[in-house]
């Protein structure tokens, strides 16, 4: 259950109500505290360039700082001190990363440290593609506005004053360091910054490049850096030895670990406007100029935040609600502005994109190169939201995942600007090429698509990447504890597995697509293995020691909150044991029926076992209505679910949004229909919290109603195309086909 807020959010200001401006039901302060790691910097839909607030530095007196715990998001709305905006942030992700090049306003001496050049700040406005606040220290208005892969802020001076710009290149979120800066012009600078290191992934890491330039030509300029430590006869002869050191008189490139860049602009009169504008690529700093260029070049700011705002309304007007209530409103079109973030975009104006895990220079020509493949979380509802109703995003993200395959021999599982981080686990690419395939959208290379697949399904795991584990997998059925895992804590042996499961129940719905029917039936048994891990005695899942027997001892409720459990991934056998959404029939048998099915569900929720803040159980109460005269428990527990977890305050979600994926929860329970299993086209139907839900399709619109009042679908209620249907799951044919879902409410 969500904690109850204290904090103030504030509105977004000149905010119009008119019917057509969904961004003005935007609230980006939801998801800011309460880990749900959301930020409200401005960004466009799948936008490269995000500015973001930077607050959780330089300040004893802010609540939360990135460097005393893990943490994984530069901003915190319980916060209250702030050393600028941050460029190319992340949204929703449960490890640091990105958040680095940082831009700050100040007054007076040029301070390098950001303990000392930080300011309180007051008067936070936020909206889809805008931010603004007030640096009270030095009577600075700072705003930020973004296109897709550049950005422009304004800084008003109120009180004037002897201005400065700073960048900041040593301060980020990310574990790795390392940057170079280069003067181009007394308003123009340039540089690479080092990012990486994704959840322990020490490998993975990439370069970041920068144009800035300012309006106003600087009266001076200069560089500073952290000098090392030193000690013995050394430090005799460093007299700034572990203090920062200005450049002011050296205008060539420098490097280092923490550096930064200033524009001094001298007095400046109380009301002077200077805008910045910068662009980034993860090419070079080349087409970092092109993209400032191509996309704002001299633009004026209220020009392109207007742009923003309407880039902002044609996404979200794809799908457009009627009824519900204010608040209900905000929580969906947020929830909406949070699935549209990532996957993001990586390729150049030019089209040129950094290839998978070598960096090589390529060229994307027929369509637009994607990146932050939080595959693990979005596989089993963003992506499908993509499909339905944003089909050209989709399909580029399906040719984008492919690519990757041709470039480094496989399908991606936690992708992250050209890196793989091999976060989380399974095989969850297969599950969105082929839930996409499935429902029409075949534009990219199948035939490659489906080589990579099989490659990863069958490839010994000492040469497999994404399933290490595949051997036992194969040839018993079944991953031991401890076959991969030599810590038995860290064993991941049931979650694994499970989770191949699914991919290779898609994987056969694939190949009996392509007439491979051998390899189809392969596939089959192997997605029925799961049940080699439950338990009858337990009535759950049970990981499996080295020998063949179940482990002893064995607590099925062990895993909760993010603890450790032995075979069980950020979760416990209870959040586990109804992970079998492609054989809901197979586990009810084994389950001995029906209403013992239904006893064990309920359990789940009834004992506090159900968690909504993470991925393994996050359809469990759409399972209800596999159950015929259950369907009112998935209806009830959708609506508890979305009152006890969603609201308008900064802890409206109910934990980390893993890029998108609660929200897209929420999305689909709110307009009234789930996809309740990755690779397969179907939806199960709930009472949406609309009289009124349109969706734009690349088939045409489709119509979600609702007659009565009432929280419940009767069960003769269900009316698909003007035809009554005694059910409460539909195909994805049915309904673009029908285009018109009407619910009877009691």
Not at 230 to 236: L, N, S
Not at 249 to 272: C, Q
Request: with cysteine; glycine share 8%.
């Amino acid at each position: 259950m969500a904690l109850v807020a204290p904090y103030v959010i504030y509105a977004a200001e000149d905010a119009p109500s008119t019917p057509h401006d969904y961004a003005s039901w935007v609230n980006p302060f939801i998801g800011t505290a309460n880990y749900g790691t959301t930020n409200p910097g401005a960004v466009l839909p799948h936008g490269m360039m995000s500015v973001v607030p930077f607050n959780v530095t330089g300040s004893d007196e802010n609540r939360y700082d990135k460097d005393r715990t893990w943490w994984s998001t530069p901003y915190d709305i319980r916060n209250s001190y702030m050393v600028g905006f941050a460029h190319g942030s992340l949204s929703g992700v449960g490890c640091p990363e990105l958040g680095g090049i940082i831009t700050m306003a100040t007054t007076g001496e040029v301070q390098p440290d950001k303990c000392d050049h930080g300011s309180a700040y007051e008067a936070e406005v936020a909206e889809a593609g805008y931010y603004a606040t007030t640096y009270t220290r030095y009577g600075i208005r700072a705003e930020a506005t973004a296109t897709t892969r550049a950005a422009i802020e304004r800084y008003t001076f109120e009180q004037g004053g002897e201005a400065n710009i700073l960048v900041d290149m040593g301060t980020a979120l990310s574990n790795e360091s390392g940057a170079m800066l280069r003067r181009v012009s007394d308003s123009e600078v340039e540089g690479m910054r080092l990012m990486g290191t994704f959840c322990y992934t020490s490998q993975a890491v990439f370069p970041v490049y920068f144009v800035a330039r300012i309006s106003t030509p600087a009266k001076s300029t200069g560089y500073w850096k952290l000098q090392p430590e030193m000690t013995g006869i050394e430090a005799q002869w460093a007299g700034d030895s572990g203090e920062y050191k200005l450049y002011e008189r050296y205008s060539r490139e420098i490097m280092g670990d923490d550096i930064g860049f200033y524009f001094s602009l001298g007095e400046v009169e109380a009301g002077t406007e200077v805008e910045l504008r910068i662009g980034i690529s993860y090419i070079s700093i080349e087409n970092a100029r092109r993209n400032l260029d191509a996309e704002i070049g001299s633009t004026p700011f209220d020009d392109v935040r207007q742009a923003a705002r309407n880039a902002w309304n044609e996404k979200l007007g794809r799908i457009r609600v009627e009824g519900g209530t204010d608040e209900e409103r905000t929580i969906f079109y947020t929830a909406l502005y949070h699935a549209l973030l990532h996957p993001n975009l990586l390729s150049d104006v030019n089209g040129e994109y950094p290839s998978m895990e070598c960096g090589e220079r390529l060229l994307a020509m027929d369509y637009d190169r994607y990146t932050v493949f939080s595959l693990w979380d979005t596989y089993r509802n963003v992506h499908q939201l993509l499909t339905l109703s944003y089909p050209e995003q989709q399909r580029d993200m399906l040719r984008s995942m492919v690519a990757m395959s041709k470039e480094w021999g496989w399908l991606p599982r936690w992708e992250l600007y050209g890196r793989e981080t091999y976060t989380m686990e399974g095989d969850p690419a297969i599950a969105v090429i082929v839930d996409s395939y499935l429902k029409g959208l075949r534009d990219f290379d199948v035939d490659a698509a489906y080589e990579a697949m099989k490659r990863s399904a069958t490839t010994e795991g000492k040469n497999n990447p994404i399933r290490r584990d595949i051997d036992p997998y194969i040839e018993r059925g079944y991953i031991p504890v401890g076959w991969f895992a030599a810590d038995m804590s860290g064993d991941n042996s049931v979650s694994h597995a499970l989770e191949y499961c699914v991919a290779d129940h898609a994987l056969a719905r694939l190949a009996r697509e392509r007439g491979d029917i051998a390899f189809a039936e392969q596939m089959e048994r192997r997605a029925a293995s799961w049940r080699n891990y439950f338990s009858k005695a337990d009535g759950t899942m049970r990981p499996i020691a080295l020998d063949g027997k179940f482990i002893e001892p064995f607590d099925p409720a062990a895993g909760a909150n993010f603890t450790n459990a032995v075979g069980f991934h950020e979760g416990s056998a209870w959040n586990y044991t109804f992970f079998v959404p492609h054989d809901i029939e197979g586990l009810i048998k084994i389950m001995g029926g029906e209403k013992r099915f239904i006893a064990s569900l309920k359990r789940v929720f009834d004992e506090g076992y159900y968690d909504p803040t993470n991925e393994p159980d996050i359809a469990y109460p759409y399972l209800f209505s596999r159950v015929k005269g259950y369907e009112y428990l998935t209806q009830e527990l959708v609506r508890n679910i979305l009152d006890e977890n969603y609201t308008t305050q900064a802890d409206g979600l109910p934990g980390n949004d893993d890029t998108g994926t609660m929200s897209a929860w929420a999305v689909f329970s709110m307009m009234g229909i789930y996809p309740d299993c990755p690779g397969e086209p179907y939806y199960t139907i709930t009472t949406p919290r609309f009289k009124r839900v349109e969706m734009d399709t690349a088939h045409g619109t489709i119509t979600i109603t609702t007659e009565g009042e009432g929280n419940y679908i009767k069960r003769d209620g269900v009316e698909l195309g003007g035809r009554r249907i005694n059910r409460f799951r539909i195909s994805h044919d049915e309904l673009i086909k029908a285009k018109e879902l009407n619910l009877k409410l009691y």
